[in-house]
């Protein structure tokens, strides 16, 4: 399994391939996303280019991981000088579970069938379609650009305006567009997509403004990993104390949207083909704790992990001051 991290020390940048428990940093690299445009321009694998960059240093994984060290764990994908090329965005009602908690959410009787519940059934009937054929479009959403994105150990944060947040454990796709317009993916990594659900459950409407927050990766990138069955866990912590958790089954055999499909849709648009851009898409959750009536408060822990991924990922949830008062707008004229 070859797996990335992004390190930072102070102003000092590193990649490091994972070796448990040590960490092996790249030599002549800094991020994550040179490395993918040096593999481009060489017209070599990234995992060549991996292995025949590394060098003869090693760290120890465990005092970075548990926030101990000079080493600082970055989010496993970034633009290095413009966050705002980086898209975070997602696709929704992608596996039973999360069809059934939206369902839920909206308060609707097993015998209605709500817009979400159709768009699920047009994914159950042709989210899979055959090689060579377009399948039917999945709900998409957009969270943000990269200045959204955090890792491992950093809080997720409640905004003022908000009225709650709530984990999504999901794998998402990382992906480079080419010089040729072509998507490039560079793997995938563990994530929690994290959304405002009591927003959402006023109004299904409401759920493009629910999307806008920030979201977590990491810690690490899965370069060649298998994308066809994946389990996995999340939990919440409060207290020292698990209130609530869930077996997690995600992957192409668990959900009714191929990644295939999934992928089409997403860069059937021009302008999510702009060469240079980095993407981040997370694919749907399975489950989640608000459908089971947990509402999340501050300082509750978020963990989320999946088999072949790499070391758990773990956020704490911060609630920001409630505001009531509008933001304002200054005339330039």
């Not at 321009?41 to 970075?64: C, G, H, M, T």
């Not at 009225?163 to 080419?178: F, P, R, S, V």
Request: aromatic share 8%; with cysteine.
């Amino acid at each position: 399994m070859i797996r990335l991290l992004q390190l930072r020390n102070a102003d000092t940048r590193r990649i490091a391939l994972v070796a448990e428990p040590k960490l092996r940093p790249l030599a002549n690299f800094t991020s994550i996303y040179d490395l993918a445009n040096a593999a481009l321009s060489r017209n070599v694998k990234l995992s060549d280019l991996i292995e025949q960059s590394l060098s003869a240093e090693s760290l120890d994984y465990d005092p970075i991981y548990a926030g101990k060290s000079e080493w600082k764990i970055l989010p496993p994908i970034d633009h290095p000088n413009e966050p705002s090329r980086t898209l975070v965005t997602g696709t929704g009602l992608t596996h039973l579970g999360s069809a059934q908690n939206r369902n839920a959410m909206h308060g609707a009787k097993e015998s209605e069938l709500t817009d979400s519940m159709k768009m699920f059934k047009l994914g159950l009937e042709g989210g899979r379609p055959e090689p060579g054929s377009i399948g039917a479009a999945p709900e998409w959403f957009y969270k943000g650009n990269g200045t959204v994105l955090r890792t491992h150990g950093e809080p997720l944060d409640v905004p003022s305006f908000a009225e709650d947040g709530g984990e999504e454990a999901e794998i998402a796709g990382i992906y480079l567009i080419d010089p040729a317009g072509q998507p490039r993916r560079l793997g995938f990594a563990a994530g929690n997509e994290f959304s405002d659900h009591l927003f959402e459950k006023k109004n299904y409407l409401n759920l493009a403004g629910s999307k806008l927050r920030t979201c977590s990766l990491g810690p690490e990138l899965a370069i060649d990993v298998s994308f066809d069955s994946i389990t996995g866990s999340a939990f919440v912590e409060r207290g020292g104390q698990k209130i609530w958790s869930k077996e997690i089954l995600t992957g192409n055999a668990n959900m009714c949207h191929s990644l295939a499909n999934i992928e089409h849709h997403h860069f059937k648009f021009d302008g999510h083909r702009r060469p240079g851009d980095l993407h981040v898409h997370y694919f749907g959750a399975h489950s989640l704790s608000f459908g089971e009536g947990v509402i999340l408060q501050d300082g509750d822990i978020m963990e989320v992990q999946f088999q072949n991924f790499g070391r758990p990922l773990r956020n704490t949830l911060r609630r920001n001051a409630p505001s009531n008062r509008p933001l304002t707008v200054v005339a330039l004229a």
